[in-house]
C-alpha cells in the first residue's frame, strides 16, 4: 500500500487492541499531486453531492412512504426516480419574488453563503488511500492539513449565517422567528458536536482527517469511545435541523422559518444546502467513528477489498447507512418543544460530553505508563455505565406537565405551569371562557331586543 503507514502516528492506537492480524492502514501522501487532479477532485466532490442529493431525494419519498403504507413518488419515471429532477425544474423555471422591505443583497448574499459552506466540507473528508490516478500517487480527497477537523467546524460554522441573515433580511416576521431558533439551535448542538469530537482527537493523537481514519485499525472509534459517538449522533441531526429538531422551520408553527419569504432558486439553494449537510455530517461522522474508507470486519483482512478504489465504496456506504437513520427518525420520532430541545442540549449532551471528554483524558495519561488491552474493556464498561445513567436520568426527569396520577380534579387549571403553555393532563378541567359568558350576555340581549320592538312599534302606533 502506498503513502505513509500507521506508525507515523506515534502510540495513538498503542495498547488498545491486541493486534491479531491487523492490515496495515496508510494515511494520505501529496507528493505526487499535481494542480489539476486538485481540480477533478474538486469537481467531482460537486457532481457527487448533486446526484447524491436527487438520489436522497427520492430514498426520502419513498421510504417515508412506505413506512407511512402508501406509495411516494411513482409517475415521474420509472419508480419515481426521475421526481427529483422534475421539482428541480420546477424551482429553476419559477418566477423569482423579491419581498419589497428586505435587504437585497443580505437577501441574496444568505442562500450563497449556505450554500458555498455545503460544499466545502468534503474538501477534507479521505474517501480512499492513495491511488494511480493518470500515472501520479494521489490520495482520494482534495487535501488535508493537521488542523481538518478544525475546518470542517469552523465551515459548519459559517453555515449559519446563511440561515440567520436569511431570516433578518427578509424583515418579516416568521422568517426572523426561525432565524432566531436556528442560530441558539446550530450554536447549542455545534457545543455539543465539538465535544464529541474532542475525545477523538486525545486518542487519535491528531486532528487531520487522514490520520483519524488511519488510527482506527485496530478499533472504530465507535466502539472506543461509544458515549461520544452518540452524542455525536443526536447533535448531528440537531445540526442539520432535522426532525425530530427542525425547530427553525417548523411547518405548524412558522410556515417554512426563515425560508418563508424565498422562492425559485433562492430557495433551492436552502434545500439543496439541507440535504448536502445531511450528507457532510454522515461522512464526517462516518470518517471519524467508523474507520473511513476502510471496510468493515471481516472485508478488512481481505486485501483487495481494502485497498484502492474500494475505499470509495465502503465509505458511500457507510455515509448511505446514517442517512437512511436519519430518514427513519424522520418517519418515526415526532417534533419536540423548543424548551426540551434545548434543555437536551444544555443539560443533557454538553455535561455528559464534558465527563467524557475527562474520563478520556485520564485513560490517555494512565495509558502512558500502564499497557494492556484491558484498557479497551474499561472504556466499553465505562461507555455502558453512562449510558445507562443517561437512559435513566431521561427517563426519571418528570414531566413539565406533572405526573397525571393524583391530579386534583378541583384544582384550578394553569396552562403556564411549568413555564410553558402546555394542555390538561387526565382528571383537569378547563376553567370557563370568558367568551362563553360573553356570548350568553349577547345572546339574551339579541333576545331583549327582538321582544322590545314589536312593544315600541305598538306604542308608536297608538
Known sequence: MSGLTITALGTSTAGLLPAWGVPEYTVADFSDTTWWLVLIKAIFIVLFLILSVIMALWVERRALGRM????????????????????AGKMLFKEEIWTKRSDKFLYFLAPVIMAFAAFSVLAVIPFGPNVNMFGHSTPLMVTDMPVATLY??????????????GGWSARSTLPLYGAV?????????????????????????????SEI???QGSVWWAFALAPAFVIYLISMVGEVNRLPFDLPEAEGELVAGHMTEYSSMKFGWYYLA???NMLNVSAVAATMFLGGWHAPWPFSHIAPLNDGWWGMFWLIFKIWVLMFAMIWTRGTLLRLRYDQFMNLGWKGLIPVALVWI?????????QTWVSGSWLVLFTVMLAVVILVA???????????????????????FDAFLGGYPAPPVLGQKLP????????????????????????????SND
Open 181 to 209: 431558533r436556528s442560530s441558539a439551535q446550530m450554536v447549542s448542538y455545534e457545543l455539543s458536536m465539538g465535544m464529541a469530537l474532542v475525545s477523538v482527537f486525545l486518542m487519535a493523537g491528531t486532528m487531520s482527517t
Open 152 to 165: 470542517i467546524l469552523a465551515i459548519t460554522s459559517l453555515g449559519v449565517y446563511g440561515v440567520v441573515l
Open 274 to 276: 439541507e440535504y448536502i
Open 432 to 459: 370557563p371562557s370568558p367568551r362563553a359568558g360573553r356570548a350568553k350576555v349577547a345572546v339574551t340581549a339579541v333576545a331583549e331586543t327582538d321582544e322590545t320592538i314589536p312593544a315600541i312599534q305598538e306604542d
Open 390 to 412: 443517561v437512559v435513566v436520568y431521561l427517563v426519571a426527569t418528570p414531566s413539565d406537565q406533572g405526573e397525571e396520577e393524583g391530579v386534583d380534579p378541583d384544582a384550578p
Open 358 to 366: 475527562v474520563l478520556v483524558a485520564v485513560m490517555r495519561g494512565v
Open 213 to 215: 481514519v488511519a488510527s
Open 68 to 87: 407511512q403504507t402508501r406509495h411516494g413518488p411513482n409517475v415521474a419515471g420509472p419508480l419515481g426516480l426521475l421526481q427529483a429532477i422534475a421539482d
